[in-house]
T-cell receptor, first 111, second 119 residues
Framework: SQTIHQWPATLVQPVGSPLSLECTVE??????LYWYRQAAGRGLQLLFY??????ISSEVPQNLSASRPQDRQFILSSKKLLLSDSGFYLC??????????FGQGTRLTVV | DQQVKQNSPSLSVQEGRISILNCDYT??????FLWYKKYPAEGPTFLIS?????DKNEDGRFTVFLNKSAKHLSLHIVPSQPGDSAVYFC??????????????????FGPGTRLSVLP
């Protein structure tokens, strides 16, 4: 079965510091991978999606970037965090079926 | 402009009664709809889905209804249980043909409705 590993679960970072969140998946090959953000009191906003290695599409302009160095690895990064980057970040995959499956999320607090 | 709307940010229901969560969408290219349930500090979990070729899909206590002409879907939970208390997200996707190629099979989520089932 498909599983998603996302870490860390919580992270507190100072403004201006770099960020790297990692997501790895198992049990599927060539999945579509997604990064979502849930800001306080808001829904799920799609940040990036990837249909394959090295293929990244950005949905909204922002301070973040994403990379997919391997088929089952999706990384969310920032060179300098802003206060507004605080939120709950979710990695998701879409395999052979039509549903997306989510990881457990990372709670990022920028201070 | 929000393509998927959930106009009720919160809903309170008595245990044992029916919970009805509503969702509206604007993009007629969406042809697949999903409901996700989310507890605090956890990722959303898939609950139930419906294809645009159907108007109803049922799974245990959960039923989703789709009204394509109104671009409206709803999730019914009967009977509601305290463990159902969570945030429910409606999501839409375009899985077929042109829409899939152009939307990359992405999911557009609504803002969520917080359901509280009172004992």
């Amino acid at each position: 079965s498909q599983t998603i590993h996302q870490w860390p679960a919580t992270l507190v970072q100072p403004v201006g510091s770099p960020l790297s969140l990692e997501c790895t998946v198992e049990g599927t090959s060539n999945p579509n991978l997604y990064w979502y953000r849930q800001a306080a009191g808001r829904g799920l906003q799609l940040l990036f999606y990837s249909v394959g290695i090295g293929q990244i599409s950005s949905e909204v302009p922002q301070n973040l970037s994403a990379s997919r160095p391997q088929d089952r690895q999706f990384i969310l990064s920032s060179k300098k965090l802003l206060l507004s980057d605080s939120g709950f970040y979710l990695c998701a995959l879409k395999g052979q079926g039509t549903e997306a499956f989510f990881g457990q999320g990372t709670r990022l607090t920028v201070v | 402009d929000q393509q998927v709307k959930q106009n009720s940010p919160s809903l309170s229901v008595q245990e044992g009664r029916i919970s009805i969560l509503n969702c509206d969408y604007t993009n007629s290219m969406f042809d697949y709809f999903l409901w996700y349930k989310k507890y605090p500090a956890e990722g959303p979990t898939f609950l139930i889905s419906i294809s645009s070729i159907k108007d109803k899909n049922e799974d245990g206590r959960f039923t989703v209804f789709l009204n394509k002409s109104a671009k409206h879907l709803s999730l019914h939970i009967v009977p509601s249980q305290p463990g159902d208390s969570a945030v429910y997200f409606c999501a839409a996707s375009a899985v077929g043909g042109w829409a899939r190629d152009n939307y990359g099979q992405n999911f557009v989520f609504g803002p969520g409705t917080r359901l509280s089932v009172l004992p």
